[in-house]
């Protein structure tokens, strides 16, 4: 067992690294399966440490694995590599270089703090029982990246004893970690809708039937299919994308209008499957078009697994204290494709406070609070070590220094 002022010195030893890491990161923003200079930063980073790292994984992803002395299971550590198609307002030095490409979703500082884990990890290596995988996938914001991450054997077909990851959060104070035991993150489903109407002059409507005015009044009713904030039961329908025409003066034959589902369990999944589809068809008829619509599955929900929760309390109370600890009291209507890997293996998503006043996620302002990486580094890397101890059969000899 490692103990906490070990760790704490150990995280201390690394944090600046880490803050140089991703503000560097922050500067090559790039897109799905896109993220070569990213890789490559990764992958240097690790091979520093000196460790044997995979390149090429589903396209772009990196993976390593720190091998203890003791025998023990598999813990993996994951970072989302990709930025989001959004330019910067930030300001700050290190900006993106990338035009019209920016991490305001915190995935720079995501990877930092793994990289930064990786440090220590390393350099405890002697004491640990079991490996540590650390996994760095592409595309997470296209709800694609973990799935091909899995296809490609990222855990070389072992079962992972845990799979952790954290997410930067706006309001929450800076460096807190936050979690909650079963669902963290709502599925999302994403559908596109096409309105059909005919088009004809924009003098004369009669002699049409446009689909912009019930296109129109799709968005109104799908978005009235959204709960409360207090209700019980959370779900969204929201509508994130309209399009329709191209000339002030021309009504056109279609327009195409594109958005998300989100809910927290299966049956209200299938409800408002079912909700979306009658609205539309109700709107459609309503107003003398024709619509077809398709849903697609995007992300699962992801739940977090009440053991490895119940630990991570536990570990951050006593690491950084009880006061920089919360626990939610409902899931978030966000979604991330780390759901997928708990679909495999037990999990936990940790939130880690980027401060009160920190723009939103998806933001063009938003920035990766660094001041909150000492606390990230420390929950990754105590984690996985006391998920080591717990499960290992140490024996006292080293453990055969293999890795998938």
């Known amino acids: 067992m490692v103990d906490h002022e070990t760790i704490r010195a150990e995280v201390a030893s690394v944090l600046d690294r880490a803050v140089r890491l991703r503000r560097m990161l922050h500067q090559v923003p790039e897109g799905a399966f896109a993220e070569t200079a990213t890789a490559r930063i990764v992958a240097d980073e690790l091979a520093s440490l000196g460790l044997d790292v995979q390149t090429g ?21 994951r970072a989302d590599m990709d930025a989001l198609a959004v330019t910067e307002a930030t300001g700050t030095p290190y900006a993106s270089r990338h035009e019209g490409l920016a991490h305001c979703c915190g995935h720079d500082g995501h990877m930092a703090a793994v990289l930064g884990a990786a440090g220590v990890l390393s350099r ?13 996938q592409p595309a997470e914001e ?17 079962k ?29 489903d994403v559908f596109e809708i096409s309105v059909h109407g005919r088009g004809g002059h924009g003098a004369r409507p009669a002699r049409a039937c446009s689909p912009i005015v019930p296109a129109a009044r799709l968005v109104e009713a799908l978005s009235r299919l959204t709960a409360p904030p207090d209700d019980p039961v959370p779900r969204v329908v929201s509508v994130g994308s309209i399009h329709g025409g191209g000339q002030p003066n021309v009504i056109p034959d279609t327009a195409v209008l594109s958005g998300t589902i ?21 709107v459609a008829r309503d107003s003398g078009v024709r619509a077809e619509v398709t849903i697609r599955a995007f992300c699962p929900r992801l739940e977090n697994d009440p053991g490895l929760y119940a630990a991570f309390a536990e570990l951050a109370d006593g690491l950084l204290g009880p006061d920089q600890r919360v626990e939610l009291d409902r ?23 980027m401060g009160l ?6 933001n063009p302002a938003f920035d990766f609070d660094d ?27 080293p453990a055969e220094r293999s890795r998938p």
Request: one cysteine or more; proline letters at 4%.
């Open 160 to 188: 992972p004893a845990a799979v952790l990851a954290l997410h930067g959060w706006p309001g929450l104070p800076t460096g807190v970690v936050a979690a909650r035991s079963g669902v963290m993150a709502s599925a999302s």
């Open 262 to 282: 989100r809910s927290a369990d299966a049956k209200t999944r299938g409800d408002l499957h079912r909700q979306v589809r009658e609205t539309i068809q109700a």
């Open 142 to 158: 296209t709800g694609a990246g973990a799935q091909a991450m899995l296809a490609a054997g990222v855990f070389g077909g072992l």
């Open 357 to 362: 006043a920190c723009p939103d996620l998806h």
């Open 124 to 136: 405890l290596s002697e004491r640990l029982a079991g490996s540590v995988r650390l996994v760095f």
């Open 331 to 353: 899931p978030s209507m966000g979604a991330e494709d780390f759901g997928y890997y708990l679909q495999h293996a037990p999990g936990l998503l940790i939130r880690l406070g």
């Open 371 to 397: 001041g909150a990486l000492s606390a990230g580094i420390s929950v990754l890397v105590g984690l996985a070590l006391r998920v080591c101890d717990r499960h290992a059969g140490r024996t006292g000899a």
């Open 57 to 77: 994984l589903a396209g772009t992803g990196v993976a390593a694995t720190i091998t203890g002395r003791h025998t023990g299971p598999l813990v993996a550590l």
